[in-house]
């Protein structure tokens, strides 16, 4: 392994589930940190900023919502995942809502932990160089010329649905929560079928097959994920 290796924190409890990240991951090319508590989690962040945080909820000294919540409020630009056996819509919304980057419920498979890792390690690079293009399949936004097209052929927006596409460009690849997005483009509490509603008339412009979207995908109960770019 090179010096120049992705760095993971593993926060978690569990021996045997950091034992299962150490092994799976290193073998995926990161090189792996662990910490059983927040407290040590904390530490390990202030000191040897990891490129990436895998954190458990369930923690002994602190929930892991308290933790991601004050690392958002630090202003943290830390992808992080939650790994985490719960899998109610409500905690894995909160989760979500408190800056987590993406949530995977326990059990789970090593691939798919590790696409959402590289999912989320681009997402952060995105942000840091946001460019003005963005390409995913046949689809491209100008966010500076507010231009959609898809194919090469011009699509035309109402302005609403410019801004959901615009939120959902701008976090690519990232589950985006109902409530955050209609936060962002009512700028006030609304109710979730407005934004279903604009939803299906994006996907009716943007997508080949609607019902069998490819860019604008349905998180069931959660949310809207777009498809990172090329």
Request: proline share 4%.
């Amino acid at each position: 392994m090179t010096t120049s290796a992705v760095k993971v924190l593993v926060v978690d409890d569990e021996p045997a589930i950091r034992r299962l990240l150490r092994v799976g991951l290193s073998t995926e090319g990161y090189a792996i940190r662990e910490a059983e508590t927040g407290r040590e989690a904390i530490a390990m962040v202030a000191q040897d900023r990891p490129d990436l945080v895998i954190l458990d909820l369930g923690l002994p000294d602190m929930s892991g919502q308290e933790l991601l919540r004050l690392w958002r409020a630090e202003a943290l630009a830390l992808p992080i995942v939650i790994l985490s056996s719960r899998t109610d819509e409500a905690g894995i919304v909160a989760a979500l809502e408190s800056g987590a980057d993406d949530y995977v419920t326990k059990p789970f498979g090593m691939k798919e932990l590790a696409a959402r890792l590289r999912v989320a390690l681009r997402h952060k690079l995105q942000q840091q160089g946001e460019k003005p293009v963005f390409q995913t399949g046949e689809l491209s936004v100008d966010l500076v010329k507010r231009i959609v097209r898809v194919g090469g052929r011009e699509v035309k927006l109402s302005p609403k649905e410019y801004d959901i596409l615009r939120i959902l460009v701008q976090h690519a690849g990232k589950v985006l929560t109902h409530q955050y997005l209609m936060k962002q483009v009512w700028d006030a509490s609304a109710d979730v079928q407005y934004l279903r509603v604009y939803v299906r008339q994006l996907r009716q412009k943007i997508e080949r097959a609607p019902d069998q979207p490819q860019y604008i995908m349905t998180e069931t109960g959660v949310g809207y994920r777009l498809r990172e770019a090329d």
